[in-house]
């Protein structure tokens, strides 16, 4: 959604990251407005199967609502309330897209989004580069179609996935050329926690294909004995590893953010302060954040902190019992789909599972990775149910999940 935004300024200008700020761009809001009246008239043209759809994700739709309901408690009621409704209009959205494709149709539709994406960035840096390079606070590092590098890197990243797992129905040596130039602009954009997310995500997919087997519960050690690793490691990091990646062991300063934000949130458990609520306005806490950190903040680096701001406790665990329905269920689907796309949803997963540690995308309205997050969680959740009503068996034979019959390529 912040393709053209991107585009109405140079990039020569300073870029910020302004997610959850006061300041209204009128461009941005007109052009998401558009976007969600438009997605708006599809959804009310299938509300009954959106709805049905709705049931079965109802974690994602609670949080959502819970947002919404976070106006009466909010310290920017108002900031709140637009916002949130925003969120709840793009997870409706969401629901629609995942209830209307199937897991393969969509993953297909957007591999080509995003190759159409990178050959546009192409064409640009061949006309006029300094839109799509930021020469003023990254050193050249590529930004792409977006109005930030990370979130450019974000995008590379996925799209490093998607044509890693998903085959296409025509012409499908074309991926390895897109895989390739994807993986190079990836690297151009010198977002380190894009690459090292999409790495490690990649490397996920052998463990995962161990799930079609009999070894699933060697599977289940090796992902326990990862995570406790990864958890090593994020408590006492390697210097070695963060001079070869060219950062610092406080992750650019998001470290010390982190630690200035627990008392703050400490002081509000259980609700937080509102949805988007925190970094807008001038209050106390957000003035203690900043001479803490040493500079303006605007965002936490980090979807669980400001999901902890934003929603408290009530918001952490309801977005993290909707995960844990969709990583079963991306597991189950590894288990009947057995070509190279059932990887994708569980390879998703986890990247934005580690991509939201450092990055502030977790349930942020106008967030490419929270949007797809929630389509393949619907989509997971209908093609689940599907499966589980018509009560249907492999007998080794590639199980197609879908939702009935008016649903486009199941």
């Known amino acids: 959604m912040n393709f053209f935004t991107a585009l109405t300024s140079s990039s020569r200008e300073p870029a910020k990251v302004k997610t959850f ?36 994700v109802w974690p994602l739709l609670a949080l959502a609502a819970l947002a919404c309901l976070s106006a009466t408690w909010s310290v920017e009621p108002m900031i709140t309330f ?48 300094e839109y799509v390079i930021d020469y003023s606070a990254y050193g050249g590092a590529w930004k ?51 690459l090292v997310c999409c790495v490690l995500s990649l490397s996920a997919t052998a463990l995962w294909r161990l799930m079609r087997g009999e070894q699933r519960l060697l599977a289940y050690a090796l992902a326990a004995l990862i995570f406790c690793l990864g958890i090593y490691w994020m408590l006492s990091p390697p210097e070695p590893l963060f001079q070869v990646l060219g950062r610092d062991a406080t992750l650019t300063g998001r470290t010390r953010i982190w630690t200035t934000l627990l008392p ?54 309801t977005f993290v019992w909707n995960c844990f329905r ?11 789909e057995p070509r190279s796309v059932g990887l994708w949803p569980v390879s998703y997963l986890c990247f934005f599972a580690l991509h939201s540690v450092s990055e502030s995308t977790l349930l942020t309205s106008g967030s490419f990775s929270f949007l797809l997050f929630a389509i393949l969680t619907t989509s997971l959740a209908v093609s689940h149910k599907y499966k589980v009503t018509c009560g249907r068996t492999i007998n080794n034979q590639p199980f197609t999940w879908g939702y009935g019959p008016s649903v486009v390529s199941r």
Not at 23 to 51: E, H, K, N, P, Q
Not at 117 to 128: N, P, R, S, T
Not at 150 to 166: D, K, P, Q, R, S
Not at 296 to 310: E, F, H, K, T
Request: charged fraction near 15%; include cysteine; charge should be positive.
């Open 326 to 336: 969709s990583f079963r269920s991306a597991i189950d689907y590894v288990r009947w």
């Open 82 to 129: 637009r916002r949130s409704v925003s969120l709840l209009t793009a997870t409706m959205i969401a629901i629609y897209l995942g209830e209307q494709y199937s897991i393969q149709v969509f993953a297909r539709l957007l591999a080509k989004t995003l190759c159409l994406v990178m050959m546009l960035v192409l064409v640009l840096y061949c006309i006029a580069p």
């Open 264 to 317: 703050i949130i400490a002081a509000r458990p259980i609700l937080g302060y509102g949805y988007a609520a925190f970094w807008a306005g001038m209050k106390p806490e957000l003035l203690s954040v900043w001479i803490g950190a040493g500079w303006p903040v605007q965002v936490a680096d980090n979807g669980y902190i400001d999901l902890c701001l934003s929603l408290g406790a009530v918001g952490v665990c």
């Open 21 to 56: 700020s006061a300041d209204m761009d009128v461009l941005s809001v007109a052009l998401d407005g558009t976007i969600y009246i438009y997605g708006g008239i599809f959804v009310f043209t299938r509300w009954r199967r959106v709805l049905r759809a709705a049931q079965t």
């Open 144 to 194: 792409g179609l977006s109005r930030y590098k990370n979130t450019f890197g974000e995008h590379m990243a996925i799209t490093v996935l998607l044509l890693a797992l998903v085959k296409l129905q025509r012409f499908d040596w074309l991926r390895y050329l897109g895989l390739l130039i994807a993986a190079g602009l990836l690297l151009l954009s010198g977002s380190a926690t894009s």
